[in-house]
């Protein structure tokens, strides 16, 4: 409570330190992001009253109607566990598959596992903890998958094929785990339920973190996933998410085994006007989702379903680690952002539509209030910046009030600041990434797909990419100049 009265009272003193003329005088500049911030904080607005709407009335009446359905048939959905393991401590792993073990356990349909593993280590594991639990895991097949460690899209594939072997049924359900998310264990008959609809191809659910590393990386993923349940629940109105989250989504079986589908996954590119053929080597979460997209098929949000993800700081400090991760997600969204936009709104729904639109427009609108305000300081009054700060911390703060409506109630006084780091500075990543989209790499694997510094196209350079956001850059500030009045 103490630091959140002085962070109040901060915000006072810098908005009633700056002099009414250097308002005045500055007054383009702080229309225009006005003008910027209300349709920001308006979409903000729409996002935040979907989300209230569909978590407290649309969401229970379609899970009444859905499991009404699926509890009057005599037969349940068998599931299928597809896990991948690579690099993951052990008692993070044998944590994980303990989650896994008693979810399937719980399979009124019976299940099978299916764990692609590349160290003959994590079978002893994941064999032991199989043997040690202490529930009836009679109903529970355990099946490996040793693969060469050539990535994640080649060890999806393979397990899918081998899940296709055992020739799943319309009604059965293949849930895809992370190594290092627990699932919660009574998975199946939450999600299981709305695959009686054949329009649904796929659910993803609600996530809570538990980190490693410093207090603002654990601060920063909490904010993350509560800003990602606000999201989910506003496009779950739509019954078309975002993306299929890699930690943990559940997809009807026989579309998950569908031939096509499996190549999407390890085998997914864009042909792209400038660098070529890019083939995709992260953000499988994002081929899938895409897949279903195209294919017409609903895609739902299960916020009372929580997924547990384990996230290790992968870089000694909090901001090389916040950009190292930022720079592989905002990477698999822009690469498939272009071609989901290319459905159109009459394939895929307006609203859905337009936040994909959005994706690809807020990097530029985040950034043109603070060029807004670097060029009003610069040309007009370094004391606008006060003001500056005092409307971000004003504006940040309210935002938060509402994110974290949808999950305690309270928040750390460190999520307004590190709301205001990942706006600005996830702009600035996905500008980067925006002209090197070729640029891919893992975070714990050594595999990767950079683009090389030295191309006999010049188009394709390094060199090209900077001159390209360079200018692009120029332009944005050339164009808030313009509108300000300040030149």
């Not at 910027?36 to 308006?42: F, I, M, P, Q």
């Not at 460690?149 to 594939?157: E, F, M």
């Not at 601060?219 to 506003?234: G, I, K, V």
């Not at 504006?395 to 309270?410: D, P, Q, V």
């Amino acid at each position: 409570m103490v630091a959140h009265i002085a962070y109040i009272m901060v915000m006072l003193i810098l908005a009633l330190s700056v002099p009414v003329e250097v308002s005045t005088n500055a007054s383009g500049a702080i229309v225009v992001l006005g003008i910027v911030g209300a349709w920001r904080y308006s979409w903000a607005a729409t996002n935040f009253l979907r989300a209230f709407w569909y978590k407290r009335v649309v969401f229970p009446r379609r899970r009444n109607a859905a499991e009404e359905r699926y509890f009057a048939k005599p037969t349940r959905a068998h599931a299928f566990f597809l896990t991948t393991t690579f690099k993951i401590a052990p008692e993070i792993s044998a944590r994980v598959y303990r989650s896994i073990f008693e979810a399937a356990a719980n399979s009124k349909g019976g299940a099978t596992i299916v764990a692609s593993v590349v160290d003959a280590s994590d079978v002893r594991l994941i064999k032991s903890a199989f043997a040690s639990m202490p529930m009836d895991m009679s109903r529970v097949q355990l099946v490996f998958d040793r693969i060469e460690g050539t990535g994640k899209r080649d060890a999806l594939a393979t397990s899918l094929r081998t899940i296709a072997k055992h020739y799943p049924s319309r009604n059965d359900i293949v849930i895809f785990v992370d190594g290092d998310s627990c699932v919660p264990k009574d998975v199946v008959d939450r999600s299981a339920p709305y695959f009686l609809d054949p329009s649904y191809g796929a659910m993803t659910t609600d996530e809570t973190s538990e980190s490693t590393g410093g207090r603002l990386f654990r601060d920063w993923f909490n904010l993350r996933f509560a800003q990602r349940q606000m999201m989910m629940c506003s496009m779950g109105i739509s019954e078309r998410v975002l993306t299929l989250t890699g930690r943990m989504s559940v997809f009807r079986a026989d579309l998950a085994t569908n031939a096509e589908f499996i190549e999407a996954v390890q085998s997914d590119h864009i042909d792209h006007w400038r660098l070529g053929r890019v083939n995709f080597l992260t953000g499988d979460d994002k081929s899938t989702w895409y897949w279903l997209l195209r294919n017409g098929y609903k895609m739902g949000y299960l916020p009372d379903v929580k997924t547990l993800s384990i996230e290790t700081q992968p870089r000694a400090g909090f901001f090389d680690s916040a950009i190292t991760l930022m720079t592989r997600w905002f990477g698999n969204m822009l690469r498939t952002n272009g071609r989901a936009l290319s459905l159109g709104p009459g394939r895929i729904g307006f609203f859905t539509w337009w936040s994909i639109l959005d994706q690809r427009l807020s990097m530029w609108t985040t950034l043109a209030g603070p060029i807004g305000l670097l060029l009003a300081a610069i040309l007009v009054d370094p004391l606008v910046l006060l003001l500056y700060l005092a409307w971000v911390m004003l504006t940040r703060y309210l935002f938060c009030l509402l994110i974290s409506s949808f999950r305690e109630g309270r928040f750390p006084i460190t999520y307004p600041f590190l709301l205001y780091f990942s706006q600005t500075f996830g702009a600035l990543v996905k500008s980067y990434i925006l002209f090197r989209l070729d640029k891919q790499k893992w975070t714990r694997q050594n595999t990767t797909n950079k683009a090389k510094a030295v191309r006999t196209n010049f188009m394709k350079s390094n060199s090209f990419s900077w001159f390209l956001q360079g200018l692009t850059f120029c332009w944005l500030a050339l164009g808030v100049s313009w509108i300000t009045g300040l030149v």
